[in-house]
């Protein structure tokens, strides 16, 4: 790894269904962020390339029906130019990858759809590229023959597990904006403040002091032996604290 990135961190974010996934490299003194990106798929592993300035990120998923799809990236640490390697259109899931010195790129690779075989879900295979520079490799140069290599296990986590995280994440954002009534705290007791049909309830929290209840201008003490009543002009009596 060149000096200047002997020290960075490359951080992805979390697939969120409709969205991309950014991407991006961290140096951990600086905190000056390089290379940003956003994937069209889900980011599983990422490697630093031994001596150049270069990163490869392996990405994809299942499209649920028949293809694996996904990108081999190669991004430039210096220049955030960022190259998608394989020539397929749909491209590849890969769903591993490291370097093996600075020539050869190891990736595991997801057959290329589940066509009679359901095993490919748990299988990949094993194949290793070649370049004399990655720095000048072109788009979409990665072809079946680079790709190819020995069937190997390669179990992914079950869609189930993803789908029961997704449902939770869903459900906790949902009961964060589900609106809450305040609380005040004087004293030691509580007292929510509700708005409601038009009427207002307001809480006065002190030890000691009586809690007002406004209501269709009906005020209320919270002592029943002390509490008043309305008079007959449709306003009430002035309450003094206890």
């Known amino acids: 790894m060149p000096p200047d990135y002997a020290e ?15 991407a991006a490299v961290h140096k951990s003194r600086s905190f000056v962020r390089s290379a940003p990106i956003r994937s069209r798929f889900p980011v599983h592993a990422m490697a630093f390339h031994p001596r150049r300035s270069l990163l490869a990120i392996d990405t994809g998923r299942y499209d649920g029906g028949y293809f694996f799809e996904g990108e081999l990236l190669l991004p430039h640490l210096k ?3 960022f190259t998608s390697l394989i020539e397929h259109e749909l491209g590849r899931q890969v769903l591993g990858l490291e370097w093996l010195d600075e020539h050869s790129l190891r ?14 879900h748990e299988d990949g295979h094993v194949a290793v590229a070649h370049r004399s520079d990655w720095t000048a490799v072109l788009a979409q140069s990665l072809n079946g023959r680079d790709l190819a290599g020995p069937r190997a296990p390669a179990p992914r986590p ?3 597990e993803a789908a029961q995280r997704a449902v939770a994440e869903l459900r906790s954002v949902r009961q964060a904006q589900r609106p809450v009534p305040s609380k005040d705290l004087r004293g030691g007791i509580y007292v929510n403040r509700m708005k409601r049909s038009g009427s207002v309830t307001n809480g006065v929290c002190e030890r000691g002091l009586m809690i ?10 919270a002592n029943p032996s002390t509490r008043s009543k309305p008079n007959g002009s449709g306003t009430s009596r002035k309450l003094v604290g206890v």
């Open 8 to 22: 960075a961190l490359a951080v992805a974010g979390t697939d969120v269904p409709g969205r991309t996934t950014p």
């Open 79 to 81: 220049t955030g130019v």
């Open 107 to 120: 990736a595991l690779m997801a057959p290329p759809d589940d066509w009679q075989d359901e095993a490919v």
């Open 158 to 160: 079950d869609p189930r």
């Open 212 to 221: 007002q209840v406004k209501a269709r201008s009906q005020t209320f003490d």
